[in-house]
Each structure stands twice: as structure tokens, then as C-alpha cells.
């Protein structure tokens, strides 16, 4: 039936003041309604995509969240497009059966169109892993087959909110100093895409994938940097699901999957500019710099002590008591931290600050807490973020 789907209405691009605005109606079973957006800046008018696949990829997975088939009308899709979220759903179902069921993607129409040609476009936050991205793929050759980086885009509506401009200026212009000493433009963009209910560690990818395909017109492909060193693991940005996100037009390149969190520290410690300029933390309230006291901020500035660094973009460096009562969530212990211990044992390294960083390890991996996360089924671990989410509870081992 017509009202058991959700439907999405997308309206012309349209001109407010010096910005492009493209709006859409997402319409869910009964009443509930939400007016999604995109807003550009109007001097990017001439690459902007004039097909659905933005609003496609943001969408599928609330689709699939509210298990109604998606029906898209007011633009026409790209046919590779449908074909690549038939084996995204596949995925995302496999990860997670519970949450997410496949849905049918019923497009008004499909089109051909034609591929631009200037390169990739790297989603880009200033942080570790967009940056190595960019360092590593600036050049003729890249590490995954990409094109080549030319740009970075960056969004305002995922890490850091709508309604605070002036702070996303000044993230915007940091990211757009570290970017221009490789001779990079950053792109700025903004979206609502978050109103959606999810979880966002588990949608943020397609968000991400929807802002990059807006560029299609002038971009050949789109850049995720990977924020994990291994594939097959559940996640909403990952090796073998980013591609899918992609169309026969713009393709989606998932970068740096197989690099160590270390040894993306080491690349970057040869970077002057990234060594100041880059921004780690998302609990400090300005959004532009580092607290250097969260647990991020803590882990970087511990790899880059690795790396023989001391950065200027954090306010100090940590002492051996803070390393000590770190707390450490299981995917951290498991992906960065445990693997550190051993390269530290393989080189020889000690100090003071070894031993604290290997009773914090040993503290946390004995934890209650953390031993009851790695037994509880999946089903229950989403069902905890999505409590954690919706009462804005960030902390905890799940």
C-alpha cells in the first residue's frame, strides 16, 4: 500500500541570498513528515548533480530502519546507483538483522549521464584520518586506484550542529589553512540530514556519501577517509560497503582501511601544517580546536609521542597520571590500543608512561562493564546507543 512507504519529494534547486538551497519531503507511514535540505554556497552552481542519488543515499537506510520501501519522485536516479544500495542493504542486514530489513527502491525514472572529470572529493573534517587521506592521495598516484584528491568538502550539520556558524567558520577556515599548503580548495557545505532518527554510527557513511554525490557534476568520485584498520566489521562507513554507495557516474573510494592509527600518526608528524592545524576532539565546545583532555585527544597525542611529536594544535602534552585513569571503550582497546602495546614491545620502547598506558589497558579490558559488552547480542548493544543517542548519554563501554 502508498501509506505504509516512506516517499521522498524532491523540489528544484533553488536560490537564497548568496546560497544554492535543494529541499526535499520525506514523508514516513501516517503523518510524520520531514523537509531534508542541502545549501551550498551559489558559486558551485555549475557542479552541482541535478539527479536524486543525495537524497537516495541519505534515505535508503531509514528506509530500511522503518522497513517500508523507499518511493523517490521529482528527479531521476542513476541506474548503477540502485544496483550498488541493493548490495549495500544486503550488508547493512547482515550486520544488522534486527534493526535493518531490505527495502525496494522505486525511483520515478533512471538516466544515463556523463562523468566529470575533476578528480576526487575527499570528505574532510581536519581530523586524523581525513587528513592522512588527503596527504597520502594528493599526488598522480593514489594509494586505493582513486583519482586523484582535488578537494575537500566539509559539512556542517554532522560532527559539528546547525546554528553555530560562526564556530563552523572557524573549523572551516582551519581545515581550509591545512588543506591549502597542499594546495587543496575546501569545499563548504550544510545539511539537516541528522534529523533523521538513527544511529549515527551506524548511517553517518550514506550521510556522508549523499553530501559528496551533490558534487557529481565536477567530481569523477568521492573520497570516505576510514576511521577502522580492519574490514567485515559493522560499521556505518567500511571497506566494502562505502563503494556501494557509488553510482556508474561518482564513485565512492573508502581510503586507509589497512593503516594502523600509528602509522597514520607518522605519516603526519611529516606535515608541519597538520601538526598544528588538526582537530581531533568533538567535546570541546568551540568545534575549532582541541581540549586535549577527552580520550581522543589523549589517544592522538599518546601516538604521536610514539611518533617523536609534540603537536602545537594540542593545548599540552598528557602526564603519566591522566594516561593511567584513561577509560577506554572496548573498539578502542581492540583497534588502537592493544595493537600499540605490542609495537611499543617491538621496538623497545619504555618510560613511565608505557607502564600507565599498560595498567590503563589492563584496567579496562578487565572491567565488568566492558566483559558484559562483549557478551550481550548485537540487537541490545544498538538498542543501548540509540538510548545513549536520544538522552544525550555519550559515555560508556557499549
Keep these: 500500500m502508498a501509506g505504509s512507504r516512506l516517499h521522498i519529494l524532491i523540489h528544484p534547486w533553488r536560490e537564497e541570498g548568496s546560497h544554492l538551497i535543494w529541499e526535499a519531503d520525506l514523508r514516513y507511514p501516517g503523518f510524520r513528515r520531514e523537509r531534508l535540505w542541502f545549501r551550498v554556497s551559489a558559486k558551485y552552481r555549475s557542479i552541482l548533480t541535478e539527479l536524486a542519488d543525495p537524497f537516495v543515499v541519505g534515505c535508503f537506510q531509514q528506509a530500511m530502519a522503518w522497513k517500508r520501501d523507499l518511493v523517490v ?14 548490495r549495500a542493504q544486503a550488508l547493512i542486514h547482515g550486520w544488522w538483522p534486527r534493526s535493518y530489513r531490505p527495502v525496494d527502491l522505486c525511483v ?9 572529470t575533476r578528480g576526487t572529493l575527499l570528505a574532510f573534517s581536519g581530523g586524523v584520518d581525513s587528513s592522512h587521506s588527503a596527504w597520502v592521495n594528493r599526488g598522480p598516484v ?5 583519482p586523484p584528491v582535488t578537494a575537500g568538502l566539509m559539512v556542517q550539520g554532522f560532527d559539528i550542529p546547525l546554528g553555530e556558524e560562526e564556530k563552523f567558520a572557524a573549523a572551516a577556515e582551519n581545515s581550509e589553512k591545512l588543506l591549502g599548503s597542499l594546495g587543496l580548495p575546501l569545499i563548504r557545505a550544510a545539511t539537516n540530514l541528522r534529523v533523521m532518527p538513527g544511529i549515527w554510527l551506524e548511517n553517518f557513511g ?45 564513485d565512492i573510494f573508502h581510503d586507509g582501511a589497512f593503516v594502523t592509527r600509528l602509522a597514520k600518526i607518522e605519516a603526519l608528524a611529516e606535515w608541519p601544517e597538520a601538526c598544528a592545524r588538526l582537530r581531533v576532539c568533538w567535546r570541546d565546545p568551540a568545534y575549532s580546536r582541541n581540549c586535549g583532555r577527552c580520550e581522543k585527544c589523549l589517544r592522538t597525542l599518546i601516538l604521536f609521542r610514539v611518533a617523536g611529536k609534540l603537536p602545537s594544535c594540542f593545548p599540552g602534552d598528557v602526564d603519566d597520571g591522566t594516561i593511567r585513569r584513561l577509560r577506554i571503550a572496548p573498539i578502542n582497546l581492540l583497534l588502537t590500543y592493544q595493537p600499540l602495546l ?21 584496567r579496562s579490558v578487565a572491567n565488568p562493564a566492558v566483559q558484559l559488552a562483549d557478551r550481550l547480542p548485537n540487537w541490545l548493544r544498538l538498542w543501548v546507543r540509540m538510548f545513549r543517542q536520544q538522552t544525550g548519554l555519550r559515555r560508556g563501554v557499549f
Excluded: C, K, N
Design 206 to 250: 550514506s550521510a556522508v556519501a549523499a553530501a559528496l554525490h551533490l558534487f557529481s557534476g565536477g567530481y569523477r568520485a568521492g573520497m570516505l577517509a576510514s576511521g577502522h584498520e580492519r574490514d567485515g566489521f559493522p560499521h556505518g562507513s567500511a571497506p566494502g560497503l562505502d563503494p556501494e554507495f557509488g553510482s556508474e557516474v561518482f
Design 108 to 116: 520515478e525514472r533512471v538516466t544515463p549521464a556523463a562523468s566529470a
Design 342 to 362: 605490542e609495537v611499543l614491545r617491538e621496538r623497545g620502547i619504555r618510560g613511565t608512561w608505557v607502564t600507565a598506558l599498560e595498567e590503563a589497558v589492563a
Design 73 to 86: 519522485e521529482g528527479a531521476p536516479a542513476s541506474a548503477g546507483l540502485l544496483s550498488g544500495l541493493e
Design 142 to 146: 593514489t594509494a586505493g586506484g582513486a
